[in-house]
């Protein structure tokens, strides 16, 4: 997924797939970024873990 796509809402919900996509890492890669503070951390609602699109943006802006 590219930046130029990325106009959407800010509080919209992504998945660990979703998230994956757009960092371009595996899900073992960004646990382990998390557990060292170096991604964001996910949210929990119920029994589903995401993450906040406005939360990646801000992740993926920092490398550009």
């Known amino acids: 997924m590219q ?5 959407t809402h800010p509080l919209k919900r992504l998945n660990i797939k979703q998230v994956q996509e757009m960092v371009g890492l595996k899900k073992s ?3 382990q970024k998390v557990k060292e503070e170096k991604f964001p951390k996910p949210h929990k609602d119920g029994r589903s873990t995401f ?9 993926l802006l920092q490398f550009k």
Do not use: R, T
């Open 29 to 31: 890669a960004i646990y």
């Open 51 to 59: 993450w906040f699109y406005q939360d990646i943006v801000n992740y």
């Open 3 to 7: 930046l130029q796509e990325l106009n």
